[in-house]
Each structure stands twice: as C-alpha cells, then as structure tokens.
C-alpha cells in the first residue's frame, strides 16, 4: 500500500497567518489525492479534490499544489474556524490511506 | 440535500459480529460509489472498504479483508458493514462517506457510530 507522510504533525498559528502543510506519497500517485479538515467531534469535510480543484463552499483562502509525490496544503489568513486537524488521502489504489494528520493549534 | 446516517454500533466482545447500517438520502444512491472509513480514538483516519455503485466491485483494507464485508441495498438506499471477529483493534468511530462524483475524493460523511471492542 501507498505511504503518505504529512509534515508537520503539529504546529501553533496565529489567525491570519499563512499555513503550508505536505504530504509527501511513497511512489507516484499523479493527482490522485485529497484534502479533508477535522473538527473535533466532527467527521472530516472535503476541502481539496484532484489535489488543486476547490470544494464547492469551501473558502478561497483554501489552497492545494502538487503532483507526483510531493503535495501541499496551503491557507492564507487563517481564521479561527481553520483551527482543526488536517489529513490528506491518496486515490492511486486499493487500498487507499490516509496521511497522518496536521493538528492546527492557536498560537 | 445528501444525509449520510449511520446506525448499530455498540459494544460488543472480541470476536463476535456487529452490522453497521448507513441511511442514505439526497442523492441517486444507486450512482454512486460508497466507502467505510474509521478512526480508532485519537488516531488517525483508516479506510476500510468500498463497493461499486452497483455492487459488483468490492476492495478492504488489510486490516479488515477476510473478517468484514461491505454490501448496499440500492431498493433501500442503504449501505452495510457485516463485521466478524471483532478484535478490541476495530474499536473506532465508523464513518460512511460517499464517493465524490468526478474528481478524488469522497464526501460527505456521515456523523458516524462508535463501535467499542472490548471483554
């Protein structure tokens, strides 16, 4: 199966700060791969599909780059409904995974 | 709009069965693919299992592959989890999430149903 490690695990932000998360695949997936927010007690929600394609409803701040093995999660001015945990997850193949998670804290 | 909502976890011992159901509503549930997906108690998330719109096409984690088996009823719009030989490991959250149509990814989930293996 697919390895996908996210880095960092964890990071402290303030609201309107610019945030990069990665997500780096152990072999090739192209632009099979997602990106999902958490709140806690909440089932994740779609943020980023094709790697680079918006959700529908999602805010434009919400932004994802790359191809092959190396992805990343952007948000520019993070606002303090973003403080959440974040995952990535892979579609080249069965069975699919899901990366680690990125936990957004408030600095 | 779509409503995923899922029913018939609980606690129960290593090795007996548990059946997850999935209510499905809001969309042409016979179009669509749909997956199982958990998260044992602050971890991260795992896939399970998918099946194909129709049924035809089934995949597992290797996790689960052998002990559980996914299924639909397009009639009912209603997806299953038949879970054998529960191990205290598949204590989790399990959460239904449909396929996205075009594109990868899946959405939206549902609230999800805990499921607690333990003596």
């Known amino acids: 199966a697919i390895q996908l490690t996210q880095s960092p695990s964890s990071l402290s932000a303030s609201v309107g700060d610019r945030v990069i998360i990665s997500c780096r695949a152990s072999?090739?997936?192209?632009?099979?791969l997602a990106w999902y927010q958490q709140t806690p007690g909440r089932g994740p929600k779609l943020l980023i599909y094709?790697?680079?394609s918006l959700e529908s409803g999602v805010p434009s701040r919400f932004s994802g780059s790359g191809s092959g093995t190396h992805f990343t999660l952007t948000i520019t001015s993070l606002q303090p409904e973003d403080f959440a945990t974040y995952y990535c997850?892979?579609?080249?193949?069965?069975?699919?995974?899901f990366g680690g998670g990125t936990k957004v804290e408030i600095k | 709009q779509v409503q995923l909502v899922e029913s018939g976890g609980g606690v129960v011992k290593p090795g007996r069965s548990l059946r997850l159901s999935c209510a499905a509503s809001g969309f042409t549930f016979r179009s669509d693919g749909m997956h199982w997906v958990r998260q044992a108690p602050d971890k991260r998330l795992e896939w399970v299992a998918v099946i194909s719109y129709n049924g035809n096409y089934t995949y597992y984690s290797d996790s689960v592959r052998g002990r559980f088996k996914i299924s639909r009823d397009n009639s009912q719009n209603t997806l299953y989890l038949q879970m054998n030989s529960l191990r205290p490991e598949d204590t989790a959250v399990y959460y239904c999430v449909k396929d996205r149509r075009g594109g990868y990814g899946i959405d939206p989930w549902g609230q999800g149903t805990l499921v607690t293996v333990s003596s």
């Open positions: 072999q090739d997936i192209s632009n099979a």
């Open positions: 997850q892979e579609f080249d193949s069965y069975p699919l995974t």
């Open positions: 094709d790697a680079s």
